[in-house]
C-alpha cells in the first residue's frame, strides 16, 4: 500500500513565491482523511492540504476534487485554490478567518436554515465534473473490502436487498441532481461571523439534492425538528416525500460510510479509532432498517407522485 511521504517542507520549496520569506507553518488539527497546515507568509495565510496515507482505496478522484473545488469557489462557497501540484495531489487554497464548525456549534439557533441557504448557493452553481452516487459507492467499497480482507459487520451483506429496494424507490421518481459536497461533517463546514463556508470537497459530485440534506442531517447528528427545519428551508415546506427521501439518505449514509470507516481502519494512519465508527454508523444503520418508521418512508416514495417545488 502506498504511503504518504510527501512533507510540508517539500511543498512550500516549490512555491517560488515562498522562496526566503521564512514562512510560519502551523498544523491544522481534526482532519480524518489528510494533513493540513495553516502557513503565513508576509501577512497572508493559506493552507496546504496533503492527502494521506490509503486514501486511493476511498475512492476519491483527485482531479475531479479540484474541478469542483474551484467550481464551488465560483459559487463562493468555498476558499479558492492559489496552487496545485498534480503530482503530489497537493492543494494549495486561500485561508478564510473563520471559526471551524463543531457538533454543538452547528445545533445552535438557525444553523440547519444557515447550512441549507449555503447549500442552495453551492447547488445552483456550476456543474462538478462527476456524479457522486452512494448505491454504487457502497458497491465499490464492498469489492475493496474483499480485495483487501476488510472485515465488516458480520450482518451487512444480508441487508443488501433492503438497499437495493430503496434504490429502487428512488428510481421510481428521480431527480435532477445539482453540485453536491457529500461529506458534511461539522470539521468541513466553517463559520466567519457574517456567512458559512464548505471545505474538502473529496466526495463532491453532481448528486441527488435529498442526500445532501440527509447526509449533513446525519454527520450533525440532528434531532427531528432540525431535519424539518432543514428540509423547510431548502424546499419551503417539510413536504412529506422529501422528507422520506432525505430520511432514506441520512440511513444510506450510514450504510455507505460504515465501509469508508472500515477501510479507513486498514489502511489510514491516522490516529483515529475508524472501528468505533463502523460500530456506531451500522447501529444506527440496522436499527433504522428494522424500524417502522423504514417501511413508511418507502411507502411514502412508493405510493405517491413527488411534490413539485417552485422557485428554489
Not at 7 to 12: E, T, Y
Not at 118 to 142: C, I, N, Q, S
Not at 195 to 218: H, K, M, V
Not at 229 to 242: I, L
Request: charged letters at 25%; aromatic letters at 10%.
Amino acid at each position: 500500500m502506498k504511503t504518504t511521504t510527501i512533507s510540508i517542507d517539500q511543498v512550500i520549496d516549490r512555491i517560488p513565491a515562498w522562496s526566503g520569506r521564512s514562512p510560519v507553518v502551523t498544523p491544522l488539527i481534526g482532519g480524518l482523511t489528510n494533513q493540513a497546515y495553516r502557513v503565513a507568509v508576509d501577512g497572508h495565510a493559506f493552507v496546504v492540504r496533503i492527502p494521506g496515507a490509503g486514501t486511493e482505496w476511498l475512492a476519491i478522484d483527485r482531479g475531479n476534487e479540484l474541478h469542483n473545488t474551484r467550481a464551488a469557489a465560483e459559487a463562493g462557497v468555498c476558499p479558492r485554490v492559489v496552487h496545485h501540484f498534480r503530482d503530489l495531489n497537493v492543494l494549495v487554497l486561500e485561508f478564510i478567518p473563520a471559526e471551524t464548525m463543531t457538533l454543538e456549534s452547528m445545533r445552535g439557533p438557525r444553523m440547519p436554515i444557515r447550512l441549507a441557504q449555503v447549500l442552495k448557493r453551492l447547488h445552483a452553481g456550476p456543474r462538478f465534473l462527476h456524479d457522486f452516487d452512494m448505491f454504487e459507492l457502497t458497491r465499490r467499497y464492498l469489492r475493496i473490502t474483499r480485495e483487501l480482507e476488510i472485515p465488516i459487520p458480520d450482518d451487512y451483506v444480508r441487508y443488501m436487498p433492503e438497499v437495493e429496494r430503496i434504490e429502487s424507490a428512488f428510481s421510481r421518481h428521480p431527480v435532477p441532481t445539482v453540485p453536491c459536497h457529500n461529506d458534511l461533517l461539522a470539521g468541513n463546514i466553517l463559520d466567519d461571523g457574517r456567512r458559512l463556508w464548505l471545505i474538502d470537497f473529496e466526495y463532491s459530485g453532481n448528486n441527488d439534492p435529498t442526500f445532501e440534506l440527509g447526509n449533513a442531517c446525519q454527520e450533525l447528528e440532528y434531532d427531528e425538528p432540525r431535519v424539518q427545519e432543514m428540509c423547510a428551508a431548502y424546499f419551503g415546506d417539510a413536504y412529506p416525500d422529501k422528507l422520506a427521501r432525505m430520511k432514506l439518505n441520512i440511513l444510506m449514509s450510514d450504510v455507505g460510510w460504515t465501509l469508508w470507516a472500515a477501510i479507513q481502519w486498514k489502511v489510514s494512519t491516522i490516529d483515529f479509532d475508524f472501528w468505533s465508527w463502523v460500530d456506531q454508523r451500522w447501529g444506527r444503520a440496522r436499527a433504522a432498517l428494522n424500524s417502522p418508521e423504514y417501511r413508511e418512508w418507502l411507502h411514502v416514495l412508493e405510493s405517491s407522485e413527488p411534490t413539485a417545488v417552485v422557485g428554489r
